[in-house]
């Protein structure tokens, strides 16, 4: 149980275009998404919180208006980067929060997006 | 602000032999910590966490150890397998502040050499 999807698993785009990704909790419903960007050889690195029916809360240096976030069922996240350009290449992950069940704290992750902008 | 942080940021072991990987944090009122594993190309796999009212637990070849003295987590890996070799993180949460992500340390890469 408690398995989070990623869709593409590799997207690669031209400069400028747009693109989205999906994160799915497959067997749980989680009220609570988070998205992650890595770049080669460095951490996962916070970009937003993506609640359940409201805005998603971005940290500090990520545009909201570039990055966008939209949670829209229990199961379903989306994040578009709009207008991608080189520097955006780079491993997106995203987790969810399950609650119920007694592991209301657990993240559980998805397999991750690797984007490539040519 | 709070941080995550390791003290090797590589380790190299002979099949076999144990792995201690550690990892240091700032933030006292973080209450829960977890190990995660991840292999080239995907996502962070748990391997073990802890609550801060433990100061160590086991699971299958592997222990975490909290010192919430020194703000210090090591995990250990028992018999280490070439199929150990991958990045290692911790990350920390406060599990009283509410709906908070999981911060991430800057990880460890961990090399079994056969």
């Known amino acids: 149980g408690a398995v989070v999807s990623q869709h593409p698993s590799r997207v690669i785009c031209k400069s400028g275009t747009s693109v989205k990704i999906e994160c799915r909790s497959l067997d749980f419903q989680a009220t609570t998404m988070f998205w992650y960007r890595q770049f080669p050889k460095q951490s996962l690195m916070l970009m937003a919180t993506?609640?359940?029916?409201?805005?998603?809360?971005?940290e500090q240096g990520v545009e909201k208006d570039k990055f966008l976030i939209n949670h829209a069922s229990l199961t379903l996240s989306t994040l578009t980067v709009t207008s991608a350009h080189p520097e955006d290449s780079s491993f997106y992950i995203c987790?969810?929060?399950?609650?119920?069940?007694?592991?209301?704290?657990?993240?559980?992750f998805g397999p991750g997006t690797r984007l490539t902008v040519l | 602000g709070e941080s995550v942080g390791l003290h090797l940021p590589t380790l190299s072991v002979q099949e076999g032999d144990n792995s201690i990987i550690n990892c240091a944090y700032s933030n006292s009122a973080s209450d829960y910590f977890i190990w995660y594993k991840q292999e080239s190309g995907k996502g962070p796999q748990f391997i073990i966490d802890?609550?801060?009212?433990?100061d160590k637990r086991q699971g299958q070849r592997v222990t975490v150890l909290l010192n919430k003295t020194v703000k210090h987590l090591s995990l250990q890996i028992a018999a280490t397998q070439p199929g150990d070799s991958a990045v290692y993180f911790c990350a920390e949460n406060n599990i009283n502040s509410g709906n908070t992500p999981l911060v991430f340390g800057k990880g460890t890469r961990l090399s079994v050499i056969a």
């Open positions: 802890i609550r801060s009212n433990m």
């Open positions: 987790s969810a929060r399950a609650y119920g069940g007694g592991k209301d704290n657990e993240q559980f």
């Open positions: 993506s609640n359940e029916g409201s805005k998603a809360t971005y």
